[in-house]
Antibody, heavy 124, light 109 residues
Framework: QVQLVQSGAEVQKPGASVKVSCKAS????????ISWVRQAPGQGLEWMGW????????NYAQNLQGRVTMTTDTSTRTAYMELRSLRSDDTAVYYC?????????????????WGQGTTVTVSS | EIVLTQSPGTLSLSPGERATLSCRAS???????LAWYQQKPGQAPRLLIY???SRATGIPDRFSGSGSGTDFTLTISRLEPEDFAVYYC??????????FGQGTRLEIK
């Protein structure tokens, strides 16, 4: 079945970096993009950015520009999100989600498959 | 930046009742680019509606979406016990590419 499986929970110190992985299965990986969405404890959903698994094009949320990098490895069908210079307010659950069929850039079908989430805790 | 404002913040209803959730955008959003999600505690969000009114795969027909321009609505015709959750609207298009509403909590009365 179509699924995204994320890496395990992380605890990092302020100023450190974290890299979360998201492994896809059950569909043609390069045909879609991946969005990353985070959710701080008790808060709503915040979109972080998107990457095309076809050509690596990215689009990042403005408030994270310069601190976040999204990449993909098509050989292992895995997407990665790295966040640097971590602060306490980066503590959140981080989700990857399948987003946008790249062959139809003007069509939007929502984020239809989600990973299980990765808890990232930033604490000294 | 397009801001999505959802109302009410919390909706208290009983099973069997009809739920109407609102999502208002600060500027016009293409209907093609408006989606709704359901999230239960400890779970990832689940896509319910895309294109403002199209149900995602496997979503029961008691869920429906409508609206255009700046006003969108998610309706649950007859609430089932499993429908009590938090609901988010989301738009795609203008920079930032994607924004979410702050959510509506649907709780059992």
């Amino acid at each position: 079945q179509v699924q995204l499986v994320q890496s395990g929970a992380e605890v990092q110190k302020p100023g450190a970096s974290v890299k979360v992985s998201c492994k896809a299965s059950g569909y043609t990986f390069p045909n879609y993009g991946i969005s990353w969405v985070r959710q701080a404890p008790g808060q709503g959903l915040e979109w972080m950015g998107w990457i095309s698994a076809y050509n690596g094009n990215t689009n990042y949320a403005q408030n994270l520009q310069g601190r976040v990098t999204m990449t993909t490895d098509t050989s292992t069908r895995t997407a990665y999100m790295e966040l640097r210079s971590l602060r306490s307010d980066d503590t959140a659950v981080y989700y990857c989600a399948r987003d946008r069929f790249v062959a139809s850039p003007n069509d939007y079908y929502g984020m239809d498959v989600w990973g299980q989430g990765t808890t990232v805790t930033v604490s000294s | 930046e397009i801001v999505l404002t959802q109302s009410p913040g919390t909706l208290s209803l009983s099973p069997g009742e009809r739920a109407t959730l609102s999502c208002r955008a600060s500027q016009s959003v293409s209907s093609s680019y408006l989606a709704w999600y359901q999230q239960k505690p400890g779970q990832a969000p689940r896509l319910l509606i895309y294109g403002a009114s199209s149900r995602a795969t496997g979503i029961p027909d008691r869920f429906s979406g409508s609206g255009s321009g700046t006003d969108f609505t998610l309706t649950i015709s007859r609430l089932e016990p499993e429908d009590f959750a938090v609901y988010y609207c989301q738009q795609y298009g203008s920079s930032p590419r994607i924004t979410f509403g702050q959510g509506t909590r649907l709780e059992i009365k």
